[in-house]
């Protein structure tokens, strides 16, 4: 058995655990990262690719957003289509110049790696059986098991961005943890296609046939989704059968610009709605995913996520730095009122954008009468807006 001793141990190498991990090497701290899945496992995942103000800003803060801004797709506003036509909302406007980048999470993910191995600094790929042990007292543990022998990491604290179906959350103590969550009867169905985009911009489609929303990844590489039951497995759905029913719930001009061609990569990704309160747990603390999950029509998933890891990371710099345990123990708190904020917006987007066959006619007539009035209220695309291109890290202070 070898132990190692660092000052943070981050459970999970994917964009938060990467994040948090290179935001504390700049101030000096020192964290190893244990990842389950192999580093190619963790680039093969492809996930949404609209980031906020905030989350370009830290990644700017670690040090890692060149490329970004040298490859990323600026974004001032986003098309509704209801009713067969499409109308813009523009963001840049109503929100005194805020706008949103189209950069893969994937791409996200990718700097980050890179820059973490450039400075060679530890990360555990492919660690299998990991633990956490004793966060409840000021000498918690991580352990795993690679090779075929165990490894004990000994740290000041520990934070879970491990996902949902990680073991940090997993090892909270039952009573003290309470989940909260809410399943959608259906899910997107994602095809990734080398096709230039049908539109510059992104496009929210409420139809009769169900949501769909085209988006994008550069000039020449697609993302577009479908709502589709929950029942539906991604065999049954051929690339021409996606295409056409794509087709189906566009405008006449969407239509009429859509380039089709093989999927590069096709998936069915469920809906819900879940948090964690609290997110810290004595010296173990949850970020991004393993606290909660949106569902991804707003875009708020990795942005949520990269603000826990600047609150988080805020926080140890100021325990090592100043002495002082304040961030630590409001950490939670200023997390859940953003992350309940962002919940209830994708909630409600996600409701709006979506069709519920049991609603029936009226409620399809509801949805129509909200959209009609969020384009031609100023206050309601406003708000809209606001909510879409994120709140500033210091909400609420």
């Not at 690719?49 to 506003?77: C, F, N, S, Y």
């Not at 400075?119 to 918690?140: C, I, M, R, W």
């Not at 259906?186 to 230039?196: H, R």
């Not at 988080?312 to 730095?321: C, D, K, P, Q, R």
Request: proline share 4%.
């Amino acid at each position: 058995m070898s132990t190692t001793r660092t000052q943070v141990a981050i459970v999970g190498a994917g964009p938060s655990g990467l994040l948090l991990g290179q935001l504390l090497f700049k101030a000096g701290i020192d964290a190893i990262l244990i990842e389950r899945q192999s580093g190619d496992y963790v680039l093969s995942r492809i996930r949404a690719g609209v980031l906020e103000q905030v989350t370009m800003d830290l990644l700017d803060e670690a040090g890692v957003g060149q490329r970004m801004h040298k490859e990323g797709l600026v974004h001032t506003g986003f098309d509704l289509l209801f009713k067969g036509a499409r109308h813009r909302v523009d963001m840049d406007k109503l929100t005194g110049g805020k706008k949103v980048i189209v950069y893969g999470q994937t791409e996200v993910t990718r700097d980050l790696m890179d820059t973490r191995q450039a400075e060679g600094l530890p990360t555990v790929y492919e660690a299998n059986n990991v633990q956490v042990h004793d966060f409840g007292s000021q000498k918690p543990r991580v352990t795993y098991e690679k090779n075929g022998q165990l490894h004990t990491i000994e740290c000041d604290f520990i934070a879970g961005c491990d996902g949902f179906h990680g073991v940090c959350r997993a090892s909270a103590p039952k009573s003290a943890i309470q989940e909260y969550e809410k399943v959608y009867p259906f899910g997107w169905l994602g095809v990734l296609s080398d096709t230039p985009p049908v539109h510059h911009e992104l496009i929210y489609a409420n139809s009769t046939r169900g949501f769909a929303l085209c988006s994008q990844r550069s000039a020449t590489r697609s993302r577009y989704y479908l709502q589709v039951p929950t029942t539906d497995k991604v065999e049954q759905w051929s690339d021409d059968a996606f295409w056409a029913e794509l087709r189906h719930r566009l405008d006449p001009e969407a239509r009429a610009h859509l380039v089709t061609g093989p999927s590069i990569e096709k998936s069915i990704a469920p809906l819900r709605s879940f948090v964690t309160e609290p997110m810290r747990f004595g010296r173990m603390f949850l970020a991004g995913d393993a606290a909660h999950i949106v569902p991804p029509t707003g875009a708020k998933g990795l942005n949520l996520a990269a603000t826990d890891v600047k609150y988080l990371s805020t926080a140890i710099i100021e325990f090592y730095a100043d002495k002082t345990d304040a961030g630590i123990d409001a950490y939670s708190e200023r997390c859940l009122r953003r992350v309940w904020r962002a919940e209830r917006f994708s909630w409600w987007f996600t409701s709006l954008m979506h069709h519920f066959p049991e609603n029936g006619d009226m409620g399809q007539k509801f949805q129509d009468a909200e959209l009609d009035y969020l384009i031609h209220s100023e206050a309601g695309s406003r708000t809209m807006a606001e909510n879409y291109v994120g709140l500033p890290l210091n909400f609420g202070e």
